[in-house]
Nanobody, 124 residues
Framework: VQLQASGGGLVQAGGSLRLSCAASGRTFSPYNMGWFRQAPGKEREFVSAVHWGGGITYYADSVKGRFAISRDNAKNTMYLQMNSLKPEDTAVYYC??????????????????WGQGTLVTVSS
């Protein structure tokens, strides 16, 4: 499955952005999906994940209560609504499709398919 992330940009602290991840090439719905981010000089980290049906979601503590993940299987698209953005949210955001269900939902190695990333910059 090919993934294309979009929606990044420059926003002031306290603002909002909505990221999208469009899937193509394979049926999107069977995959649990996730968002990860990588800030300059730091390792890629888990942000959020959503079960294939959309009813179960997970969040990193750093974004809980501010970000909301969702998906529309009919449109082969996943979203990440980001509110109350902080400068520390600045990073390249990647969407990914999970293929290893023996691993954890927050583990990078559990995801085999990755989008190219979209840059989010939050100014103070």
């Amino acid at each position: 499955v090919q993934l294309q992330a979009s929606g990044g940009g420059l926003v002031q602290a306290g603002g909002s952005l909505r990221l999208s991840c469009a899937a193509s090439g394979r049926t999107f719905s069977p995959y649990n999906m996730g968002w990860f981010r990588q800030a300059p000089g730091k390792e890629r980290e888990f942000v959020s994940a959503v079960h294939w049906g959309g009813g179960i979601t997970y969040y990193a503590d750093s974004v809980k209560g501010r970000f909301a993940i969702s998906r529309d299987n009919a449109k082969n698209t996943m979203y990440l609504q980001m509110n109350s953005l902080k400068p520390e949210d600045t990073a390249v955001y990647y969407c990914a499709a999970r293929t290893d269900y023996s691993g954890s939902y927050y583990g990078i190695s559990s995801y085999a398919y990755w989008g190219q990333g979209t840059l989010v910059t939050v100014s103070s």
